[in-house]
């Protein structure tokens, strides 16, 4: 059992530490890069003396320049970072609970719902804005949180959810909120432009504030999985065998599902939506770590922020001065990825 822990130990450092430098490259690439012409000396002199414990410099940069460098870029790489990492964690516990690699966070109808929501608010809602511009991101994560309740429901059948029975309620509750979100859509006229913006994701909103918001269910959501590592663990061999080993299967799914809805409903809130991070991020990095989830866990959770980060950076970049909603860029990497899965399963039962 020793031996099992330092193996587990030594592998999750071999992959983590090399994540990490990559991690720490693309906050630097990111932060340096934008619309706004400004030295790598400049950005990283503001960053540093908004640090504690760094002594006190002679503040020779431009207010303007500040500004740019500390409450636009770095709040932005931040939400990228907990919103990546979020949307990855999602996506490996929604695979082992599901024991489908091309399950993600949204497969339960998590996203729909946030969707419906946020455009019915933004057509509807904007006079009942009570909590200023947290009043959207509440509502769909409520709305999100809502849909799996929903989901869960239809799939519970004297006393026990069977996998097939609740990806088949997933499917019919996103048929009909996709119905009512091209309702709105038909009805929305000049809003449609904002409510599409949203749809597509995007992080041009993010500032300190919103981080702060999203940070607790992040790392609650990390945590409340990781305990259930084991059980994750456990279910990939079936769940019959996990039953006869001890493990209360129904509770765990149970549990396991609403800590990753939780965890992806707070980032679709702050973020809009952006798919395929849940799909391609945990599928990856089980081909390169293996199926143990006390290392899979981690090391998705950062290179979801990795890949975020990049896709982030592009999108605001590649078409500088425009910027393209961020959905735009990861649907461009993950559609792809998503029909080499699909033709992969395909290929094993031909």
Known sequence: MKEGQQGFGKKLVFWLLPLLFVLLLAVVGSVSLGSAQLSFNMVWKIIFSHLPFVPDMEREWPKAAEVIVWNIRMPRIMMAILVGAALAMAGVAYQ??????????????????????????????????????????????????????????L???????????????????????????????????????????????????????????????????????????????????????????????????LIVLLAASLTA????AVSGVIGFVGLIVPHIMRTLVGSDHRVLLPVSAVAGAILLIAADTLARTIMDPQELPIGVITAFLGAPFFGYLLRKRRQRFF
């Not at 079936?238 to 209360?248: C, S, T």
Request: glycine share 12%; with cysteine.
């Open 96 to 153: 082992g609970v599901l024991r489908n690699p091309l399950a993600d966070p949204y497969i339960l109808g998590v996203s729909s719902g946030a969707s419906l929501g946020a455009a019915s608010f933004i057509l509807f809602g904007q006079g009942l804005a009570i909590l200023g511009q947290w009043t959207l991101p509440l509502v769909a994560f409520v709305c999100g949180i809502g849909t799996l309740f929903i989901v869960y429901r």
């Open 265 to 268: 409903g707070a980032a679709v």
């Open 155 to 253: 799939a519970y059948i004297a006393g026990k959810v069977q996998i097939e029975t609740l990806l088949l309620s997933g499917v019919v509750v996103q048929a009909f909120l996709g119905a009512g979100l091209s309702l709105i859509m038909s009805i929305s006229g000049e809003k449609m432009q904002q409510i599409l913006y949203w749809l597509m994701g995007s992080l041009t909103l993010s500032d300190w504030s919103s981080g702060v918001a999203v940070a607790p269910y992040v790392i609650v959501g990390w945590f409340v999985i990781m305990l259930f590592t084991r059980e994750l663990n456990l279910l990939a061999l079936g769940e019959q065998k996990a039953h006869h080993l001890g493990m209360n299967v129904e509770r765990t799914r």
